[in-house]
Structures are given as structure tokens and as C-alpha cells.
């Protein structure tokens, strides 16, 4: 089956700088790469998402970035905010498929 | 919409006990998943149904069994509890790919 590996597991940034997070996945076949915040106690959200025909997506402050060959997948979180802190959790999957792979997640904090 | 609810939000059981964890999405989903979420870790998937009356394994189904007896409903249920599964339990649903999570329940084992 598929496997997500995410790095870092924990990144601090100042208010203002920009955040990175980084996956790769294993399984070639995957087409579909979303994004999920979860704030403290709460449920995962879906933030962004890219298929594989796209390189990259944005929506305002974040974007994501595909390189399908490298088999990775980046997101970019500019001019962070306080409420940006959460634990962000990549995924991937075949379109279609009934489940998603999730990476371990990144505890992001941005230091005000 | 109320979307994903679940009951309960925290339980605490003792080894050998049993429970039923529930979950009702409101939004005429198809799919609908259940995982578990250890500290620190990602989700991972137990189960899920594509439909009423279709249900198949995920990544880490020992130790728990699922019904979908309606498209409402999808409740999870633990037999025998032991202390490997205090987790926070999250059910999710969709449509197509995008997955809507119900807020967790989260279980103690003791």
C-alpha cells in the first residue's frame, strides 16, 4: 500500500515568515494529495488539495507544490498568522480509492 | 447541516468491556470511514463502507467490527477493549474525495 512520510514533525516560525511542509509518497498510482489542518481538540479539516495533472495550486496565503517525478509534495504556508498554528497532515490516495494515507502530521507554531 | 456527529465524545472502559461508537452524517454521503488517531500520530483508517450494506477493511481493523445498515449510520464497535485501543476516534464521510470528519470520540482503556 501507499506510504506518506512528512517532515519536519514540529517547525516554529516568527509571525509574518513563511512555513513549509514536506511529503513524499511511495505509490506511484496516486493521483490525489490533500491537505488537512487540525486545530487543538479539534476534527481535521481539509485545506488544499492537488490532483497530478496540476504542479501547483494556491488559495491566498497557502499553496501547494507537486512534483510527481520526485514523488513529493510541499506545502506553503506565507505571511503566517497565529491563528495558522495547528497540526497539518498531508495524505494521498488514487481517485477513486476509499481511503486516504496520511503522513504523521506537523505541530506548526507561530510565534507572535 | 449538522454534517458528521458522534456520541460519545469521551468514554472511559475497562479491559474486556465492550462499546459501540456512533456516527450519523446528515449530508447523503456514500462513503463513510472510521479512524483512529494515536498521539502524536497520523489517522489511520479502520474501516469503511462505500455504501449501505458494504463494508471492508482498512489499515488496522483488529479488534473492531463495523454495520452500515443505513446511509446515515455507520457505528463502530469494540468487543473486547484492551489498552492498545485508547486512541481518539474520528469518523469521516464523502462524497468524492474530499473527507469530512465528525468532531471524535476519545477512548480510555484502563
Known amino acids: 500500500g501507499e506510504n506518506v512520510e512528512q517532515h519536519p514533525s514540529t517547525l516554529s516560525v516568527q509571525e509574518g515568515d513563511s512555513a513549509v511542509i514536506k511529503c513524499t509518497y511511495s505509490?506511484?498510482?496516486?493521483?490525489?494529495f490533500p491537505w488537512y489542518k487540525q486545530e487543538l481538540g479539534k476534527r481535521p479539516q481539509l485545506i488544499i488539495d492537488?490532483?497530478?495533472?496540476?504542479g501547483e495550486k494556491k488559495d491566498q496565503r497557502i499553496a501547494v507544490t507537486l512534483n510527481k517525478t520526485a514523488k513529493h509534495f510541499s506545502l506553503h504556508i506565507t505571511e503566517t498568522q497565529p491563528e495558522d498554528s495547528a497540526v497539518y497532515f498531508c495524505?494521498?490516495?488514487?481517485?477513486?480509492?476509499?481511503?486516504?494515507?496520511f503522513g504523521t502530521g506537523t505541530r506548526l507554531t507561530v510565534i507572535p | 447541516n449538522a454534517g458528521v456527529t458522534q456520541t460519545p465524545k469521551f468514554r472511559i472502559l475497562k479491559i474486556g468491556q465492550s462499546m459501540t461508537l456512533q456516527c450519523t452524517q446528515d449530508?447523503?454521503?456514500?462513503?463513510m470511514y472510521w479512524y483512529r488517531q494515536d498521539p502524536g500520530m497520523g489517522l489511520k483508517l479502520i474501516y469503511y463502507?462505500?455504501?449501505?450494506?458494504?463494508?471492508d477493511k482498512g489499515e488496522v481493523p483488529n479488534g473492531y467490527n463495523v454495520s452500515r445498515s443505513t446511509t446515515e449510520d455507520f457505528p463502530l464497535r469494540l468487543e473486547l477493549a484492551a489498552p492498545s485501543q485508547t486512541s481518539v476516534y474520528f469518523c469521516?464521510?464523502?462524497?468524492?474525495?474530499?473527507?469530512?470528519f465528525g468532531p471524535g470520540t476519545r477512548l480510555t482503556v484502563l
Open positions: 469521516a464521510s464523502s462524497l468524492y474525495n474530499e473527507q469530512f
Open positions: 505509490d506511484s498510482a496516486s493521483n490525489y
Open positions: 492537488i490532483r497530478s495533472n496540476v
Open positions: 495524505a494521498a490516495t488514487l481517485t477513486g480509492a476509499n481511503n486516504l494515507f
Open positions: 449530508m447523503n454521503h456514500n462513503y
Open positions: 463502507s462505500v455504501g449501505a450494506g458494504i463494508t
